[in-house]
């Protein structure tokens, strides 16, 4: 799986780390919905710090088509609502 954060890169995702992956985007929908910003802003930096420390960053000129694109890791509560629908980011 290859996951682009915008203003941040693509990175190529182990199948390993990938349900986790998909844990924290749960929570993190899960925040938004319930408009808790601190569970957001601690579920969304792990799932980038996820990403970061698990993820092997490509270079920036080996573009590969991306799985999955999430917003900046500094994203606020507000600008996620418009970003995260409910169902997640991460495919089923």
């Known amino acids: 799986m290859i996951v ?3 203003s ?4 190529r995702i182990p199948d390993d780390v990938q349900a986790r992956l998909h844990e924290l ?3 993190t ?8 910003e601190a569970a957001f802003s601690s579920t969304y930096a792990a799932l980038v710090e996820l990403i970061h420390a698990n993820g092997e960053r490509l270079s920036d000129d080996e ?3 991306s799985d999955l694109m999430l917003p900046p890791a500094d994203i606020t509560l507000e600008e996620a609502r418009e970003e995260f629908t409910g169902e997640g980011l991460l495919p089923d």
């Open 4 to 6: 682009r954060i915008f």
């Open 8 to 11: 941040d890169g693509q990175y």
């Open 25 to 27: 985007d749960i929570a």
């Open 29 to 36: 929908v899960n925040a938004i919905d319930s408009d808790d």
């Open 63 to 65: 573009l590969e088509p």
